[in-house]
């Protein structure tokens, strides 16, 4: 007789690692994050609550992990993980850029679980440090990158911090769709990057 295989429990965690992930994603956007609980994940993820309770410590961990793995997959799918198309033209290359971060904040998918960790991380300082580090700041990076380029090849001035030129082009798209102030849509990006590029431009 042919000796039983071991179960591969590694693979197990996998699937429910990602059974978990799928689960407190889904509940977020159809209930909300105030009313998805550990045991709503479990229930919807088919395991046992102390399997989440040993691998993360709260509701806002396992939704950071899967959101952080969701737009992982997402960015890796659309080629972000190489950074900011560079085409030579700037401004073509930001308002593509901002226009799918438009789309991305108008996705429910996307839009619940960044409103729950954006509001968690303001009275959660290691959890919004958290967020922070794993999601924004290695997209930041990509501005300022591209933005350097430019510096560069002289199409912005030399004297222009890229760091706070990429927030002119990120923050007001990110209070327009924080505070619902008013819609959020390609044409106000394009709007968006042609204000910043005339106060950052070498040209005079």
Do not use: C
């Not at 509001?119 to 501005?143: C, M, N, S």
């Amino acid at each position: 007789m042919a000796p039983t295989k071991a179960p591969d429990s590694s693979r197990r965690s996998d699937r429910s690692r990602r059974a978990i992930h799928d689960a407190a994603l889904a509940l977020v956007v159809e209930d909300g994050y105030a009313k998805t609980t550990i045991e709503g994940i479990a229930a919807r993820a088919g395991v046992g609550k102390q399997t989440i309770y040993r691998w993360w410590p709260s509701k806002a961990a396992v939704l950071l992990e899967a959101f952080t793995d969701l737009a992982e997959r997402a960015a890796e799918a659309a080629g972000e993980l190489r950074g900011l198309p560079d085409t030579g033209d700037l401004a073509a290359d930001l308002k593509v850029v901002l226009r799918a971060t438009v789309d991305e904040l108008n996705d429910p998918a996307f839009e619940a679980p960044t409103r729950a960790l954006t509001a968690e991380g303001i009275v959660d300082p290691k959890l919004g440090a958290e967020f922070t580090g794993k999601l924004l700041e290695p997209q930041l990076r990509f501005y300022v990158t591209r933005l350097r380029a430019a510096q560069e090849a002289g199409q912005l001035r030399a004297d222009i911090d890229p760091r706070i030129a990429l927030e002119l082009l990120i923050a007001p798209l990110t209070h327009r769709w924080l505070l619902r102030t008013l819609p959020l849509t390609h044409e106000y990006a394009d709007s968006v990057v042609d204000y910043a590029l005339r106060g950052l431009s070498a040209e005079r």
